[in-house]
């Protein structure tokens, strides 16, 4: 299935006030689907779970009709609270993806050659999953879907990768 055709998702890299706080423009790279104006989206992870209205669609110095995946676009959300989205967090199609606080991943560790740093039962580690760092223990819910590929940390060096194998609720 193309990634077009499949449910709208869409990771929030920055967010910007505008209208002296009265609108809210998200911005990132949509990862699939599809989005226009009127067209309602969920918030995943970090707190979200509201469902919002989208008020328009901004592109590189345009206003597409429509944005699909691949595009950097900003979403104007009106009515959302200063702080209630956040870098991290994902903006998808009502109902089509999850926030979990605890998974099961395939991991693979990198070698000290490759850069990788030492890892001991016990060490804390730091996790990226789609920008959003979260501890082991995942002490936030964060967006997840199973297959979803990462990337962890180790004391600020890169220590392996991994990929979800089961979610659990």
């Known amino acids: 299935m193309d990634a077009a055709e499949k449910p709208f998702l869409m990771v929030v890299e920055d967010v910007f006030l505008l209208n002296q706080g009265t609108v809210v423009r998200a911005t990132g790279r949509m990862e699939r689907g599809r989005v226009r104006a009127a067209d309602d989206v969920e918030t995943v992870g970090f707190g979200g779970g509201s469902i919002i209205r989208v008020a328009g669609v901004d592109g590189y110095r345009v ?4 944005a699909v ?3 950097n676009v900003g979403l104007l959300l009106p009515g959302v609270e200063a702080g209630a989205d956040a870098p991290g967090q994902v903006l998808a199609a009502p109902g089509s993806i999850g926030a979990h606080a605890a998974f099961g991943a395939d991991l ?6 490759q850069g990788g740093a030492e890892v001991r039962t016990g060490d804390g580690l730091s996790f990226s999953i789609r920008g959003a760092a979260v501890t082991v223990t995942l002490e936030q819910p964060a967006a997840l879907e199973d297959g979803r590929s990462f990337a962890f940390r180790h004391h600020a060096r890169a220590a392996g990768s991994g990929t979800v194998t089961r979610l659990v609720p």
Not at 108 to 113: D, K
């Open 108 to 113: 693979a560790l990198f070698s000290q050659e």
């Open 63 to 66: 206003r597409p009709g429509e």
């Open 69 to 71: 995946a691949g595009m």
